[in-house]
């Protein structure tokens, strides 16, 4: 016998059961059921609340229809959603916040399942993802931002990609909200993000190099951004302005980071000053030993075909 994992329905007569009332659900009782099941389709997983339902119900009627509801229609569906039909599990299941009270709602798994595969390319109406937007909890949000970003709603993706919280930096969040930041032209959402959002800084860099920002790039560098000290050595390099790329570069090589030295330490090369790479290897820059040792033997492979 084969025993189902669902934790809120017990057997397939269950499962018929539920689904009947949902498909069989009046108008403004079927709404906020409907709203639920949307929201966890696109990653919801913690308790929706009442605010959330209030907010995105209406989307799922029309204009006529939310005209001639009654001022307790709310109350009314949530009632419908949260009876058990027949000695079976209820549309949506309330979560307590204490005694009598209700933090939220979350829907009945096998009822999910089954509008998964129903309005699998139905599309979440703008206001739905709007109160998603207003009313998600912050751990629903690299799930919701994804789902998102994959629908084509980039507003929504950036704005639930900047809500998401924790002790430890998601980086692969921070990394897709730069990105797409970075997409929208969104400069000053960069700026803001960039203080603390590596990848922010790294695209804010990027878009003031590719217009040509040199004064801003000027001043990031010196207040030590790192990203926009080795984009604006590829600007002066590019203007032939070698030596003041090389000054720029050794700041945030000194301080340690990598990626600037491979820039340096390729900069120097490319300009054959192997004086220059010579104390770089001495001061233990990364990558300067093995770059001079490359240049090395390819001066030394080419005397010897020289004197065959």
Known sequence: MVVSKLVD????????????????????????????LDAR?????????????????????????????TPDWLDNAIRYAVEPVQGAASCLIPVAAGMGKTAGYLTADYLHQTARTLRRT????????QALVTHHHPQDGQQLGDNAERRGKIDQAIAFYSGV?????????????ADLLAEQGEVQELRQQGAGNHF??????DLLAGQGEVQELRQRAAAGDRSAAVRLADLLAEQGEAQEAIAVLRQ??????????????????????????ELEVRAGTHGAAARLARIRRSAGNAEAKKSI
């Not at 009332?21 to 009782?29: G, I, Q, S």
């Not at 139905?122 to 993802?129: G, N, R």
């Open 41 to 69: 389709r696109v990653g919801v997983q913690t308790a929706l609340t009442l605010d959330y339902l209030a907010a995105a119900a209406p989307a799922y009627l029309t204009s006529t229809q939310q005209a001639k509801a």
């Open 200 to 205: 922010a800084a790294m695209r804010l860099a």
């Open 165 to 177: 919280e924790g002790e430890i930096p998601n980086w692969n969040v921070a990394g897709r909200l």
């Open 252 to 277: 945030p090589t000194d301080a340690g980071d990598w990626y600037a030295a491979e820039q340096l330490i390729a900069l120097l090369a490319e300009q054959g000053r192997i004086d220059d790479l």
């Open 122 to 129: 139905e599309a979440v109406p703008d206001p739905v993802w």
């Open 9 to 36: 329905t017990k057997s397939s007569d269950d499962h018929a059961v539920l689904r009947l009332a949902f498909n069989r659900c009046p108008k403004l009782r079927r709404e906020p059921i409907t709203a639920a």
